[in-house]
């Protein structure tokens, strides 16, 4: 059964936060920091106790990397809903990449093709991701809380082919139907459900490391949110760098959470990717963030105290 492969430890991603102070005199300081940081870059690169980064082949991109070892994690489980405690294993997800893989090149769409992904943390969220990128799409993860006045507007500026969205955001669908670029819509649950179920496959495509992968946007505090791109070659460096730091401490009877929401850039690599690709069951939070749930996924998966983000500055 689930449970009965549910593992007993459990390690909280850390929360890092960096915050800028908007006092006089802070844009000062950060121009000096940045100034001694240059100076001081090849001293500390020469100190680093960290082994440089292995070659990333030019063929390589994120789905062929974080889907390596899946035949070997087969009925492992992958992904876990600490809200409902829904899991699919590596052998499902490997299934589901396959077939909605196939799926979307059966529309037509093309590599270099926009995908937006709108949803809440959703146990099919990695399988629209790796699906999409295996066919040399870019996928661009939406704020699932956006107005569709806002969605409307970044699906606008990036050009979207495609919109994946959840049931719980009806926005996107009323955004999508107001950008001319959107010319397919599909909606999660019983709709990609049966989309997954198909045992369909589709031929590899070549991918490059240099296309851009993933198309995250600002959250627009100082003004219109802008895109970032990053390729497969920026996100697969990312995680080759956390091996050192972060892959040494979790061991073969750990299970990870993070609470964080899968659309943010944080929470996706360092911890959706990072720990599919090492076999680390992920455990996120589906719903509402609240203290209570929580608390009560924690307590249920028998975890030990979160480390705290860091408190905001003084106002």
Same mark, same amino acid.
């Given at each position: 059964? @689930? !449970?009965?492969?549910? #593992?007993?430890?459990?390690?909280?991603?850390?929360?890092?936060?960096?915050?800028?102070?908007?006092?006089?005199?802070?844009?000062?300081?950060?121009?000096?920091?940045?100034?001694?940081?240059?100076?001081?870059?090849?001293?500390?690169?020469?100190?680093?106790?960290?082994?440089?980064?292995?070659?990333?082949?030019?063929?390589?991109?994120?789905?062929?990397?974080?889907? =390596?070892?899946?035949?070997?994690?087969?009925?492992?489980?992958?992904?876990?809903?600490?809200?409902?405690?829904?899991?699919?294993?590596?052998?499902?997800?490997?299934? $589901?990449?396959? +077939?909605?893989?196939?799926?979307?090149?059966? #529309?037509?769409?093309?590599?270099?093709?926009?995908?937006?992904?709108?949803?809440?943390?959703?146990?099919?969220?990695?399988?629209?991701?790796?699906?999409?990128?295996?066919?040399?799409?870019?996928?661009?993860?939406?704020?699932?809380?956006?107005?569709?006045?806002?969605?409307?507007?970044?699906?606008?500026?990036?050009?979207?082919?495609?919109?994946?969205? !959840?049931?719980?955001?009806?926005?996107?669908?009323?955004?999508?139907?107001?950008?001319?670029?959107?010319?397919?819509?599909?909606?999660?649950?019983?709709?990609? $459900?049966?989309? #997954?179920?198909? $045992?369909?496959?589709?031929?590899?495509?070549?991918?490059?490391?240099?296309?851009?992968?993933?198309?995250?946007?600002?959250?627009?505090?100082?003004?219109?949110?802008?895109?970032?791109?990053?390729?497969? =070659? @920026?996100?697969?460096?990312?995680? #080759?760098?956390?091996?050192?730091?972060?892959?040494?401490?979790? +061991?073969?009877?750990?299970?990870?959470?993070?609470?964080?929401?899968?659309?943010?850039?944080?929470?996706?690599?360092?911890?959706?990717?990072?720990?599919?690709?090492?076999?680390?069951?992920?455990?996120?939070? !589906?719903?509402?963030?609240?203290?209570?749930?929580?608390? !009560?996924?924690? +307590?249920?998966?028998?975890?030990?105290?979160?480390?705290?983000?860091?408190?905001?500055?003084?106002?």
């Amino acid at each position: 059964s @689930n !449970s009965a492969m549910r #593992l007993s430890r459990l390690r909280l991603l850390p929360a890092r936060h960096l915050s800028l102070s908007s006092k006089p005199g802070a844009c000062h300081l950060l121009r000096t920091a940045g100034t001694r940081m240059q100076h001081s870059a090849a001293e500390s690169y020469a100190a680093s106790t960290y082994p440089p980064l292995p070659p990333i082949a030019q063929s390589e991109h994120i789905a062929s990397m974080v889907m =390596r070892e899946w035949t070997t994690f087969g009925e492992q489980p992958a992904i876990i809903d600490g809200t409902t405690g829904a899991t699919r294993t590596y052998a499902e997800l490997t299934a $589901g990449v396959d +077939a909605l893989a196939a799926h979307l090149a059966g #529309l037509g769409l093309t590599p270099g093709q926009l995908v937006a992904l709108v949803s809440p943390n959703d146990l099919d969220y990695a399988t629209v991701l790796l699906a999409a990128l295996k066919l040399g799409l870019t996928v661009s993860p939406m704020n699932p809380t956006l107005t569709a006045d806002e969605m409307e507007v970044q699906l606008r500026d990036a050009n979207i082919a495609m919109v994946v969205g !959840s049931p719980l955001c009806p926005q996107a669908l009323e955004a999508a139907a107001r950008v001319a670029s959107v010319r397919q819509v599909l909606s999660l649950g019983p709709e990609l $459900g049966e989309i #997954l179920s198909s $045992g369909q496959s589709v031929p590899t495509r070549p991918v490059c490391a240099d296309d851009v992968a993933i198309l995250p946007y600002s959250s627009g505090t100082t003004g219109t949110p802008k895109g970032t791109m990053l390729s497969h =070659r @920026n996100i697969i460096a990312n995680l #080759l760098q956390l091996v050192p730091p972060d892959g040494a401490f979790y +061991a073969a009877d750990e299970v990870v959470l993070g609470p964080g929401p899968m659309f943010h850039i944080y929470p996706l690599t360092v911890g959706l990717l990072f720990h599919l690709w090492r076999g680390t069951p992920y455990v996120y939070m !589906s719903g509402p963030f609240s203290v209570a749930a929580f608390c !009560s996924v924690v +307590a249920g998966e028998r975890a030990a105290p979160p480390p705290p983000a860091p408190p905001p500055g003084p106002p």
